[in-house]
């Protein structure tokens, strides 16, 4: 018998087959646990955010904790859900919620790296709820939209989370994450006040990236906004993934094409 098997072969099946609806977002009820999974997440960030406030506090640990028993509980059932471990293991989230498990099961040792736990809001983004949710409200033109600015939200909570525990966190306080914000927005967006640098040559690479990466994302959300919309949906003949919503013809080849409208 396998690590995750538990009683009879249907009962395996029936369990596997839930998990992958509630995965996939894929009717009502795993829609709305699939959000609850999402707010979740969202606690998380907004928990490292309030970490120096915590810290000092009797039910930080406590807090910590129960998240980190929520994540290994999500870990095992994507496990169960997912076709192999070893497909499994390869997933980029289970890494992500390894690395964001560590960080809450040793808080003091880690908590320096607690800002990789935004990786969390990135995984939403590529989860099937937001699509779900944008069709639901009749706004699934807006997908592409959405997940640039998620992904530029993320990048810039990474660079500050990382900016504040490598050069403000003696500050007292919010004061440090506030700088270290407030020095990203800064960096990220060219504005170059001059009244935060960052020391030594680390400094300077971490200025390096974070002005690299960020114009990209930020070209690339503006790209979002302004093109036309289109749908992903792959031509049998040549492959080709993105088409303009109303397209009867591949433009690659000129196959003909079937695209769903997704009710609209």
């Not at 977002?25 to 120096?52: T, W």
């Not at 935004?118 to 939209?145: F, M, N, Q, T």
Request: aromatic share 12%.
């Amino acid at each position: 018998m396998g690590i995750f098997d538990v009683g009879d072969g249907t009962h395996r099946k029936d369990l596997k087959q839930g998990l992958r609806r509630i995965e996939r977002a894929d009717g009502r009820q795993a829609f709305l646990l699939q959000a609850a999974f999402a707010l979740v997440d969202i606690a998380i960030l907004a928990f490292f955010i309030l970490g120096p406030y915590l810290r000092s506090g009797p039910s930080y640990l406590i807090i910590d904790y129960a998240i980190a028993v929520w994540i290994a509980v999500e870990m095992i059932a994507r496990a169960i859900a997912a076709p192999s471990i070893r497909q499994w293991i390869l997933r980029p989230m289970t890494w992500i919620d390894v690395v964001v498990l560590a960080t809450l099961a040793f808080p003091d040792l880690l908590f320096n790296f607690a800002f990789l736990r935004v990786l969390r809001l990135w995984a939403i983004g590529r989860s099937p709820l937001i699509k779900e949710a944008l069709s639901r409200a009749g706004y699934v033109h807006l997908l592409d939209v959405v997940r640039a600015i998620i992904n530029f939200v993320v990048f810039l909570f990474l660079i500050t989370g990382f900016v504040y525990t490598s050069f403000f966190y003696d500050k007292v306080g919010g004061e440090g994450f506030v700088d270290a914000l407030y020095f990203t927005v800064a960096t990220v967006t060219t504005t170059g006040f001059g009244d935060i640098t960052l020391p030594g040559t680390v400094g300077k690479l971490t200025s390096v990236v974070t002005m690299i990466v960020g114009i990209s994302l930020f070209v690339r959300l503006a790209q979002a906004v302004v093109r036309p919309h289109k749908v992903t949906y792959a031509c049998h003949r040549c492959g080709l993934l993105r088409h303009d919503a109303d397209a009867v013809h591949c433009k690659a080849c000129g196959e003909i094409l079937n695209i769903p409208d997704e009710g609209s």
